[in-house]
């Protein structure tokens, strides 16, 4: 079995795995790379038909590239799509350009996530977050419970062992699984040109620069670059001296501020 | 590059120089970047270090409690390369109050770096560890003397600790592969070998990595636990992993515990048509002549699985709390899920000093190992951990979270 499958299969497994504990369960979708390509491994854990909500966190910042792509693909793969916003703080000024950059992922991502989550009684999340992202994403579980309030207790995380995963325990809101936490980025471009999948085009080199992670318009920066297809891509990450979230401004304000996030129930 | 990834775990006791370790390796494999450096430079410099001088430790330790305490709390993944091959580096703390943590970490690794800080020897966690390397059955071994420039790179001190660290591990039925006397703060055969140890002719660290090996499937019992039953356009399609073996299309299979007779119709991937067969870790679905599967069974291709209520065992207690006789558990072993009791625990012992602290008890304390018998409300299917790992382990889970590790005697 070869590196690519054999991660699949590992994805596929913890897709299963989540859906046979906890019915109440969404995919959460950025319209990113990362959770596109876990939006593909569940449609290949269900034969085509994904048995669950698939939610997108708009703060209304978003390129618009991805907002036709999202729609694009919510009908060609008939996704039963929730949008889920935080409507009082967009309404109330809250941006990029207010307050911390703390402040405004916290209000516009966090706790538009916590008003869906609500509002729909889900128990189980799947993310597409991976370890090799960052040092803090390095430390998740497969499983990892929140309480109310989003916490992520990372000073006492559960035990993981031989692919048992926790149960739904007392005191907990939900669970969030990562099916793809053990793909590099390097993997997730070689999967994507391996299975043909589509990617926002923002991804791809255009005057000499592309997205290399992408979220909100206003707090992404493109890098250079002039790899304009998913082969040019993959030599340069393949040779990359510099970090794939290099360009995203939230990471920059303090070097915890992604711990912070993190631990209030960010992504 | 081989195909496939090595998963290997880096284990000491605290402050032996794990998080150094990998740090190092990182830089001198030139797989830090650039602007990573950059950050663990101005993270260094807020601590203190002076000169630009890299604390190679901040690699993997991000959490801000992790820099600020110099230790490491909860394990990391992360990947590096060889010519050879990939790897999945996971480091484990070396804190006795984050064992859990650090069994967790093993649990996932075909391989393991021991680290033992040539200065001080053999401490109280290392011998928990090399106990937990034991009992999880990793038998790649490394062991790594650090530190050898605080001893002026000493011979005597190096064959001293070692001749030590043998004996320990031998006495749990491991047979160190290599051990190497090295110094990952200043990189002496780390990657390179060292100058200052000619008296040394075995590999560096990173040789001794790129001869391990990765687990084989084996031709073998085949075992397929169902995970979940699908249906897929009016047809029901068991789906899971195969966990050993090979299962194969046309095949006559058992479905246990209960024991009936059924035959491989087809093996079902999204998209991939007229798949024969199906080796250990894929991920399939199958469809079969017989009744429909439910969550729990196994298919295999022979008994000669135990199919009991009563199993015997080597646990790991992981939590802070004492476990008491007779408090009901979960026992899950593959997609297998019943609720137990621990009804005998024959021995308890601290895996630090390894002598027995009570025979015939009626509780297991905090980091222990005990050799227990437990009872369970239903029929299971396992296998010793000797014969087949992937039935031959489980977890004790209490409240949704998993409390012990379990190997099947």
Known sequence: MDQLTMLENKSIFIIREAYAKYKDIALLWSVGKDSTTLLWLCQKAFFGKIPFPVIHIDTGYKFPQMYEFRDHYAKEYGLNLIVGRNKEAIDGGMGPGKGSKLDCCNELKTNALKQTIAKYGFKALLLGIRRDEHGIRAKERVF?????????????????????????SEGEDHVRVHPILHMTELDIWKYVKRENLPISELYFSKEGKRFRSIGCEPCCGPVPSTASNVDEII????????????????????????????????M | MEERELHLVIVGHVDHGKSTLIGRLFYDTGCLSPSKIEEIKESSAAEGNEDGKIEFA??????????????TIDIAHTFFNTDRRRYVII????????????????????????????????EEQTLRHCHVLGLLGIRQVAVLLNKMDLTGYS???????????????????????????????????????????????GPTVLEALDSFESAKVLERGMRFPVQDVYDIDGQSVAVGRVEAGILRVGEEVFILPDNTKAHIKEIKKYLEEDIKEAPAGDAIGITLDGQPLTRGQIVVDRVDSKITDTVKANIFWMVDKDYTRGVPLTFKCATQDVKCTIDKIFQRFDPASIEVVERDASVIKP???????????????????????????FVLEHDGFTVAGGIIL
Request: hydrophobic letters at 35%.
């Open chain 2, 367 to 393: 980091s222990e190992v005990a050799e227990v018998e437990i009872k369970l409300d239903k029929k299971v299917v396992v296998d010793s951990f000797d014969k087949i790992q992937e039935t031959g382990r």
């Open chain 2, 91 to 122: 480091d484990a703390p070396g804190h006795r109050e984050f064992l859990k943590n650090m069994i967790s970490g093993t649990s996932q690794a075909e391989a393991a770096l021991m680290l033992v800080d040539a200065e001080r020897g053999v």
């Open chain 2, 58 to 71: 901040h690699v993997m330790d991000c959490l801000k409690e992790e820099r600020d305490q110099g230790i």
């Open chain 1, 144 to 168: 990892s419970p929140r309480d109310e309030n989003f916490r992520w207790n990372y000073e006492d995380q559960p035990a993981e062992l031989w692919d048992q995963y926790k149960s739904e």
């Open chain 1, 235 to 266: 030599d340069e990450i393949a040779n990359a001296t510099t970090s794939e979230r290099a360009g995203r401004a939230q990471d920059k304000e303090d070097a915890y501020t992604m711990q912070k996030l993190r631990s209030l129930g960010y």
């Open chain 2, 155 to 201: 011979e005597e001190t190096f064959k001293t600790v070692k001749a030590k660290i043998v004996e320990v591990l031998s006495g749990l039925g491991i047979t160190p592969s290599f051990v190497i006397p090295l110094s990952a703060m200043e990189g002496d055969n780390v990657a390179t070998r060292s100058e200052n140890m000619k008296w040394y002719d």
